[in-house]
């Protein structure tokens, strides 16, 4: 495997541990990063809640989220999120995928996202509401189909956030650090505009123009770097954080699915779906 592969891996895990940590995934969830080599390609973790992922659990699907080869373990399900949006959005690097607390009360209510702060206007100024039940009718809201993806991806349009009523919210951005500062600041915002809500008051978004400026934040001044260096901080700081996991794995396993061996081995344990 060649160093920018493992690199990129490396810094998809953390991105996984970074979600978690920062409370915007808990079990369910999923953050993918387009493969750096190929295009045609994308790395996702195996089935396993992101807190816990290591660069070894990614596996490489096509477009169609379909594996390049047989992982022999258990996949995420709605992992058509990230394909149909890779497949429609060649500027997109990195999705994740989230059931954020700080979003479920305007999910709940099919209330817009209003940017009430400058780092929220990563979310856009009215990102787009996606239901399934629209062109689907009753599912059971997980996104597996390639065509529910396809009809997602869609609503995303050339924006970087949709909100999936009643489910949760898809995030993209230009690489794998662009869209963790997306995900983590909207959910912040999010949080912020409900608390903002109780008040009782009507709430003093950005202006457009506003949104609009300060969605550069993180493109154009040393936030994103800040924040990333932050936000590693606080995953290493952990018990069981990524640097020793990472050290152990990396020099024992070297071959192509070393995580799947690994799991298969484990007899009688059984696998996360
Ligand atoms: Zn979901």
New binding site residues.
Partial sequence: MSNSLLEARRELALANRIVANEGVIDA??HVSMRHPADPGRYLLSRSRAPELVTPEDFVEYDLDSVPVRDPGVGQYS?RVIHGEIYKARPDVMAVC?H?APAFMPLLATRSDYVPVFHLGAVGGIKPPYWDQQDEFGDTNM?VVKPEEGASLARALGQGWMVLMNR??VTVAGTSVKDLIFRSVYSAMNAEYQVRALCIGQSIASLTPGEAQLCGQISTKTTGLERAWEYWSMRVANKAGGLKAADGKTARAKRTTAPAAKRQSGKAGKPRRR
């Fill in positions: 369910f969830g709605e995928h059931h997980l489910h949760g």
